[in-house]
């Protein structure tokens, strides 16, 4: 095994992470390297959830601020959540619970990390792995290195010369090894209550991006909490969008003109005072007022026992201007 290595002079920043957010890095890279003649590599970061949590989103960087920005865009990545089932810190035994589909990176060597949100939510107890795995190509360096936030033993790395079998890290033809002196910049998001909502639609029609949007809801299922986060990703970047809500699932092949599909019918409401830009990770993210749901009409409160679905109307241009949905998800209140 050769490892290659990029270096380069760069001025970390820090910065501080929320109670529900497991991470090690400091948020910038000072190097980055690969490993030569894989297909894949993969990079993790061993965290503990001090006893159970549910992870709802991955956060990652691909590559390094130190090389052309976008390099990487384009190569296909996907993430995963693993239990430490010995709570070691060691990967090779690891337990995978969660890989998602392959995906296509993009905001690549900015050390910007998008956000890859996970529904429904994953549940973890003590130690637990989280990821991504990426094309190895040749002369890239999609592992970066965050090397001024010190090393705890917590960051490994992984490759294969045909592709990672998830399931079994320790058969890959480079199986886990420790990356000493650096971190990744890889993310979890634990929120305790996870996702509560139920997906269908799903997968929604392929956006300008090669891939369909996806929608999420995190919080709470009690309608008196008044706690609910509607979050759109996989979105084309820098583009408008917004929720809409029923209680009537339907299904209505490109309304006028669109590119999706809908799958909300009766009664629609559409959160038009939260219109979002997609920003430059491609997500639009909401909190809703359970008391004051839109409809045509005016607003409505959302009651113990009813049922509600959601959906993500978004622009687009796919080649010309047009728009899309994400699939559609219902949550039941109680």
């Known amino acids: 095994m050769r490892l290659t290595r990029f270096t380069a002079l760069f001025l970390a920043a820090t910065s501080a992470a929320s109670a529900q957010t497991y991470s090690y890095d400091d948020g910038s890279t000072e190097n980055a390297f690969t490993i030569d003649g894989l297909a894949e590599i993969g990079y993790l970061h061993a965290f503990n959830a001090g006893g159970s949590d549910a992870i709802d989103e991955i956060r990652a960087a691909l590559g ?33 619970l969660f890989e998602s589909a392959t995906m296509m990176a993009t ?15 994953v549940a973890v107890t003590g130690g637990f792995f989280v990821g991504v795995i990426t094309d190895a190509n040749p002369n890239e360096f999609p592992v970066g290195l965050d090397q ?4 705890n033993g917590a960051a490994f790395a992984v490759g294969d ?10 058969a890959s033809s480079n199986p886990p090894f420790a990356i000493n002196g650096a971190q990744v910049l890889v993310d979890a998001i634990g929120g305790g209550s996870g996702g509560i909502n139920t997906n269908y639609c799903s997968p929604a029609q392929l956006n300008s991006t090669g891939f369909p ?16 986060t509607l979050t759109a990703s996989m ?17 209505v092949m490109n309304p006028g003109g669109s590119q999706g599909d809908l799958c909300v019918a009766g009664t629609i409401g559409r959160f038009a005072q939260q219109i979002q830009s997609s920003g430059a990770q491609g997500v639009i993210s909401i909190d809703i007022d359970l008391t004051a749901l839109p409809q045509p009409n005016g607003t409505v409160a959302v ?4 049922t ?8 687009d241009a796919n080649p010309m201007t047009t728009s899309n949905f994400t699939d559609a998800i219902s949550v039941d209140f109680q």
């Open 64 to 96: 390094t601020a130190l090389a052309p920005a976008g390099g990487l865009d384009g190569n296909m990545i996907r993430v995963a959540i693993w239990d430490d089932p010995n709570n070691d810190g060691d990967p090779s035994d690891a337990t995978l």
């Open 107 to 121: 905001q690549t060597n900015t050390d910007v990390k998008v956000s890859y949100p996970i529904s429904p939510a």
């Open 148 to 151: 001024s936030a010190g090393s």
């Open 161 to 170: 010369t045909a592709g990672i079998d998830a399931t079994n890290l320790s």
């Open 213 to 228: 949007g996806a929608i999420s809801a995190t919080g709470s299922i009690v309608a008196a909490n008044n706690d609910v």
């Open 235 to 251: 979105l084309p970047t820098f583009s408008f969008g917004l929720f809409i809500t029923s209680q009537t699932q339907g299904f």
């Open 303 to 306: 009651m113990a026992g009813d």
């Open 308 to 315: 509600w679905n959601f959906q993500c109307w978004y622009r």
